[in-house]
T-cell receptor, first 115, second 111 residues
Framework: EAGVVQSPRYKIIEKKQPVAFWCNPI?????LYWYLQNLGQGPELLIR????????DSQLPKDRFSAERLKGVDSTLKIQPAELGDSAVYLC?????????????FGEGSRLTVL | QKEVEQNSGPLSVPEGAIASLNCTYS??????FFWYRQYSGKSPELIMF????GDKEDGRFTAQLNKASQYVSLLIRDSQPSDSATYLC???????????FGKGTRLHILP
């Protein structure tokens, strides 16, 4: 069974440019998460989807970040415009239930460098 | 006070010894607790979860939970160099079903 797939793995952009990350969760997993991880820190939740509904986006900086999960499967996270402080690894994860008891399966992450 | 606290380390342990990793959490409503391992440059992977007070053993790993003290720990017996990684403690509560990660403890097993 394929795991969580993310792309691109690496992205280098100049500040003020837009960037988008894509995530394909494990088949059948209805819950999808986007986390941000800075060096030496734990993952921080940006947004959580139950199917196509964003049930927790309280930590998503909505002035520059947006996300969507059309049809409740793939998801895209966008940053526009990017700032130097956005340099981090963006992790996508999925789980087969609401996450209370379930394991999170993480993708390999998308490492963003903003110059 | 941060919601999930861990000592960032590095924690250096001789090969074959027991590594002890600790985590405290602030929300008394927390119901489930997880330990994830993250190798450098890789994504986190679940190694243990625990819901009830006491110990839970899985191979060389033992998770310990004390809800009264709001404390969870992970013991690794017979530590191997391949155990060198960052160990992330994660906590979930029923109220908002949010999984909060600590910043992780770097473990280094000395050959």
């Amino acid at each position: 069974e394929a795991g969580v797939v993310q792309s691109p793995r690496y992205k280098i952009i100049e500040k003020k440019q837009p960037v988008a990350f894509w995530c394909n969760p494990i088949s059948g997993h209805n819950t999808l998460y986007w986390y941000l991880q800075n060096l030496g820190q734990g993952p921080e939740l940006l947004i959580r989807y139950e199917n196509e509904e964003a049930v927790d986006d309280s930590q998503l900086p909505k002035d520059r970040f947006s996300a969507e999960r059309l049809k409740g499967v793939d998801s895209t996270l966008k940053i526009q415009p990017a700032e130097l402080g956005d340099s981090a690894v963006y992790l996508c994860a999925s789980s087969s239930d609401r996450g209370f008891t379930g394991e999170l399966f993480f993708g390999e992450g998308s490492r963003l460098t903003v110059l | 006070q941060k919601e999930v606290e861990q000592n960032s380390g590095p924690l250096s342990v001789p090969e074959g010894a027991i590594a002890s990793l600790n985590c405290t959490y602030s929300d008394r409503g927390s119901q489930s607790f997880f330990w994830y391992r993250q190798y450098s440059g890789k994504s986190p992977e679940l190694i243990m979860f625990i819901y009830s007070n006491g110990d839970k053993e899985d191979g060389r790993f033992t998770a310990q939970l004390n809800k009264a003290s709001q404390y969870v720990s992970l013991l690794i017996r017979d530590s191997q160099p391949s155990d060198s990684a960052t160990y992330l403690c994660a906590v979930n509560n029923m109220r908002d079903d949010k999984i909060i990660f600590g910043k992780g403890t770097r473990l280094h097993i000395l050959p």
